[in-house]
């Protein structure tokens, strides 16, 4: 299917039954990437390790096809991406993968990880998992907007670091970490710097070669493609980085992890990823005014709300914020037409208070009065104005 440079209008979030502010959990499938997708579910069926006929040729050509798109966007060659099914898939095989190869070739070598204290729960599990088996991990503490700073980690590192494992822009507070610079000190000290770039995929600028980044992961659902299809970039050279297979069996993805692909996943991620790059700076653009006008609007209509995250270095579709001594939890009844979270999209069913919001000092008293709002392909002006108001009109008058 071709792919054409125009932004579907047909798939609609906001209707009668609510508006969806709830970007940074999950997106909806593009109808442009669902209809890459529907043929290899029916008439382009074949297992592409099939080399013998053309249902399994037709099939290894979607997948290299996708593969092609999804390096297109984030500057690396096809050859270096990896399809897995999830991010938080992404995230374990490096750190495991990763450690199991050093331990591989050097049984006795001191090994030394460094992370931050806001990841998102896939690495800091990972890397708590790791240090139980003797690898040395320091998870950084961050400034007031949850960034790590660059002279933190420079003290942090030692001689025996091997990789440093860092988000790129923080899934819950929106706050962007500075990984060029990240990238070039990591660079001089000859480290591995793995990157979470979930959340920055299809939103900022990235380049994988150009900024010097050798492991990173990144998700689907995240920027309109299916859930279920992932992929971890692992750079080929300068350096050629090598970590031990994730899944051993036939042989699929060079090795690295074995079983029969999940084509129709593949063909969504690689049709989101080339709709992204053909859109992204406008799109980017429409976000950033959006999410600014958003935040105007709603300083105006309630007073002493506050921005958690740095103001301008953030995620250009994010929006958390604390309402002045309000629990959301009291808003509950009048805000259900809003699709909105109360913590990070992972943790949002838990009642204690978000590491990450715990990492930028917010109380938990500030915690049960903080929502993060996140904005979409699919939102306008007008739904910005209903947000704000259904916001609102459920804060009782003497909070406001």
């Not at 990823?273 to 959006?290: F, H």
């Not at 990070?344 to 715990?358: P, Q, R």
């Amino acid at each position: 299917m071709e792919i054409t440079t125009h932004i579907s209008t047909t798939a609609q979030t906001a209707s009668d039954k609510g508006l969806y502010l709830d970007y940074n959990a999950t997106t909806p499938v593009d109808p442009q990437v669902y209809a890459a997708m529907e043929p290899y579910f029916k008439e382009y069926f074949g297992n592409p390790a099939s080399v013998a006929h053309h249902w399994g040729w037709t099939a290894e050509n979607a997948v290299q096809k996708a593969r092609m798109q999804v390096a297109s966007l984030i500057g690396a060659k096809s050859s270096e991406i990896t399809f897995t099914a999830s991010a938080t898939e992404s995230n374990n095989w490096v750190i495991f993968g990763l450690l199991s190869k050093l331990r591989e070739e050097n049984p006795n070598q001191p090994i030394h990880f460094i992370t931050s204290c806001l990841e998102h729960s896939s690495v800091l599990k990972a890397m708590q998992a790791v240090e139980k088996q003797g690898v040395e991990v320091d998870f950084l503490p961050v400034n007031k907007f949850g960034q790590v700073e660059i002279e933190t980690l420079r003290q942090a590192l030692k001689p025996h670091t091997k990789l440093i494992s860092l988000i790129w822009v923080n899934n819950e507070v929106g706050s962007i970490n500075p990984i060029s610079e990240i990238a070039k000190l990591v660079k001089e000290k000859q480290i591995l710097l793995h990157t979470d770039a979930t959340q920055a995929i299809g939103k900022i600028p990235v380049n994988v070669t150009d900024m010097g980044i050798d492991l990173m992961s990144f998700s689907a659902h995240k920027f309109y493609g299916p859930k279920g299809s992932a992929a971890l970039f692992i750079r080929g050279k300068d350096p050629k980085v090598q970590i031990n297979p994730l899944i051993y069996g036939g042989g699929q993805e060079k090795g690295l992890r074995s079983g029969t692909l999940n084509v129709p996943a593949i063909v969504g991620l690689g049709a989101a990823a080339e709709i992204c790059k053909m859109n992204l700076e406008s799109e980017a653009a429409r976000m950033t005014s959006l999410r600014n006008l958003f935040w105007q609007k709603l300083q105006a209509a309630i007073p002493g709300i506050r921005l958690n995250g740095h103001a301008t270095e953030r995620s250009p579709i994010n929006l958390n914020v604390t309402l002045p001594g309000i629990k959301i939890e009291s808003l509950a009844a009048k805000i259900q037409k809003l699709g909105v979270s109360m913590g990070s999209a992972c943790s949002s069913g838990s009642v204690s208070i978000s590491h990450v919001l715990k990492g930028i000092g917010v109380t938990p008293e500030e915690a049960s009065c903080t929502l993060r709002l996140s904005l979409g392909r699919w939102t306008n002006e007008d739904d910005i104005q209903r947000a704000v108001d259904i916001l609102r009109g459920a804060i009782p008058t003497e909070n406001v």
